[in-house]
Protein backbone atom coordinates (compact mmCIF):
# COMPACT_ATOMS: atom_id res chain seq x y z
CA UNK A 1 0.00 0.00 0.00
CA UNK A 2 2.09 3.11 -1.36
CA UNK A 3 1.54 6.37 -0.12
CA UNK A 4 2.10 8.96 3.00
CA UNK A 5 2.68 7.48 6.47
CA UNK A 6 0.08 9.90 8.74
CA UNK A 7 0.45 10.46 12.22
CA UNK A 8 -1.42 11.91 14.76
CA UNK A 9 1.26 13.81 16.34
CA UNK A 10 4.60 13.68 17.60
CA UNK A 11 6.45 10.57 19.59
CA UNK A 12 6.48 10.88 23.12
CA UNK A 13 10.40 11.32 22.82
CA UNK A 14 9.92 14.11 20.81
CA UNK A 15 7.60 15.59 23.02
CA UNK A 16 9.97 15.16 26.54
CA UNK A 17 13.28 16.52 24.68
CA UNK A 18 10.99 19.52 23.40
CA UNK A 19 9.75 20.02 26.78
CA UNK A 20 13.13 19.45 28.38
CA UNK A 21 14.21 22.86 25.91
CA UNK A 22 11.46 24.82 27.88
CA UNK A 23 12.34 23.58 31.71
CA UNK A 24 9.94 21.17 31.76
CA UNK A 25 11.36 18.04 33.31
CA UNK A 26 9.15 14.87 32.29
CA UNK A 27 10.46 11.81 31.50
CA UNK A 28 13.61 9.85 32.06
CA UNK A 29 15.44 13.25 33.29
CA UNK A 30 12.59 14.10 36.09
CA UNK A 31 13.86 10.55 37.41
CA UNK A 32 16.93 11.52 36.99
CA UNK A 33 16.77 15.02 39.10
CA UNK A 34 15.18 13.46 41.82
CA UNK A 35 17.25 10.78 42.48
CA UNK A 36 20.32 13.73 42.67
CA UNK A 37 18.20 15.81 44.94
CA UNK A 38 17.95 12.39 47.41
CA UNK A 39 21.50 12.16 46.98
CA UNK A 40 22.38 16.02 47.59
CA UNK A 41 20.30 15.78 50.42
CA UNK A 42 21.67 12.58 52.07
CA UNK A 43 25.64 14.24 51.68
CA UNK A 44 24.12 17.62 53.61
CA UNK A 45 22.79 15.84 56.08
CA UNK A 46 25.91 13.55 56.24
CA UNK A 47 28.18 16.92 56.52
CA UNK A 48 25.56 18.40 58.92
CA UNK A 49 26.54 15.20 61.32
CA UNK A 50 30.09 15.51 60.79
CA UNK A 51 29.88 19.27 61.69
CA UNK A 52 27.75 18.73 64.72
CA UNK A 53 30.33 15.95 65.78
CA UNK A 54 33.28 17.97 65.57
CA UNK A 55 31.57 20.58 67.51
CA UNK A 56 30.85 18.40 70.14
CA UNK A 57 34.25 17.85 70.37
CA UNK A 58 35.43 20.98 69.84
CA UNK A 59 33.05 22.08 73.07
CA UNK A 60 35.11 18.65 75.40
CA UNK A 61 38.35 20.42 74.39
CA UNK A 62 37.37 23.91 75.50
CA UNK A 63 35.76 23.02 78.44
CA UNK A 64 38.44 20.89 79.33
CA UNK A 65 41.16 23.92 79.15
CA UNK A 66 38.58 25.82 81.28
CA UNK A 67 38.98 22.73 84.04
CA UNK A 68 42.61 23.32 83.26
CA UNK A 69 42.86 26.75 83.28
CA UNK A 70 40.86 26.71 86.97
CA UNK A 71 43.24 24.44 88.54
CA UNK A 72 46.06 26.73 87.65
CA UNK A 73 44.62 29.51 88.79
CA UNK A 74 44.04 27.50 91.89
CA UNK A 75 47.52 26.19 91.93
CA UNK A 76 48.64 30.03 91.53
CA UNK A 77 46.84 31.37 94.40
CA UNK A 78 48.10 28.38 96.68
CA UNK A 79 51.76 29.87 96.50
CA UNK A 80 50.79 33.03 96.74
CA UNK A 81 49.04 32.54 99.90
CA UNK A 82 52.56 30.38 100.99
CA UNK A 83 54.55 33.09 99.95
CA UNK A 84 52.92 35.42 102.37
CA UNK A 85 52.74 33.31 105.57
CA UNK A 86 56.90 33.05 105.01
Do not use: L, Y
Not at 14 to 39: C, H, N
Not at 43 to 52: G, L, Q, R
Not at 57 to 86: I, L, P, S
Amino acid sequence: MPGPIVRSGPSKQFTEQWDSVFGKKTGKKAAGTKKKKKAAKKKKKAAATKNKAAGTKKKAAATKNKAAAAKNKAAGKKKKAAKKKK
